[in-house]
């Protein structure tokens, strides 16, 4: 069975900052593995995929995240955080190549401070 | 492309009602469709998987009686929750997943709010 670990449940970062949202995995199998962004009171919206190709991922909104099989981890990052950043990020793992249900880790709260 | 409709986006019923949700894929034929439950605060759990044209596959714990799930279309999957109580009360999201979007990719709903009273 995966599962996925979520380090911090709260990150703050000061505008125009380095964003680094911590996301570590288990899978018995090759994974497949995603990032996605929440804000209040909707639904998720997939920021980057991990699919077993490229191990340096590029996502939406400047958001990259690298496929590291050694450390099982795939943290997200940002250059430079803007205050739309603000949200949930929930790192999900699949291992039946995106076929199954996904498996979510307990998300990060990111806080930007001006 | 690869939208995600759900409706209604909150509702609020009396305990005891039943309650039902839609979750429609808009421009592809969704296969798979899957409900998850999110707790305030909290991740979201997978209640179940359904494919288009068969019965729905439920996590452990999930109650397949209180929660019906029909996939009878390939771009319409519902929800029901029968005789719902206020320990119910949650935010349901769905996504889909199929032809004309990406197919190891889920794309989600924007969620419905329940709230039992």
């Known amino acids: 069975a995966q599962s996925v670990t979520q380090l911090g449940s709260h990150v703050s970062v000061s505008e125009g900052a380095l964003v680094l949202l911590r996301c570590n995995y288990s899978s018995s199998v090759p994974p497949y593995l995603f990032w996605y962004v929440q804000y209040p009171n909707q639904g998720l919206q997939l920021l980057l995929k991990y699919t077993s190709a490229a191990t340096l991922v590029k996502g939406i909104n400047g958001f990259e995240a690298e496929f590291k099989k050694s450390e099982t981890s795939f943290h997200l990052t940002k250059p430079s955080a803007h205050m739309s950043d603000a949200a949930e990020y929930f790192c999900?793992?699949?291992?039946?190549?995106?076929?199954?249900?996904?498996?979510f880790g307990k998300g990060t709260h990111l806080i930007i401070q001006p | 492309g690869a939208v995600v409709s759900q409706h209604p986006s909150w509702v609020i019923c009396k305990s005891g009602t039943s309650v039902k949700i839609e979750c429609r894929s808009l421009?592809?034929?969704?296969?798979?469709m899957f409900w998850y439950r999110q707790f305030p605060k909290q991740s979201l759990m997978l209640m179940a998987t359904?494919?288009?044209?068969?019965?729905?596959?439920?996590e452990q714990g999930v109650e397949k009686d209180k929660f019906l799930i029909n996939h009878a279309s390939l771009t319409l999957s519902t929800l029901t929750v029968t005789s719902a109580h206020p320990e119910d009360s949650s935010f349901y999201i769905c996504?889909?997943?199929?032809?004309?979007?990406?197919?190891?990719?889920?794309?989600f709903g924007p969620g419905t709010r329940l709230t039992v009273l």
């Open positions: 996504s889909a997943q199929g032809w004309g979007g990406s197919t190891d990719t889920q794309y």
């Open positions: 359904s494919n288009e044209g068969s019965k729905a596959t439920y």
């Open positions: 421009d592809f034929q969704a296969t798979t």
């Open positions: 999900a793992v699949s291992d039946q190549g995106g076929a199954d249900g996904l498996t």
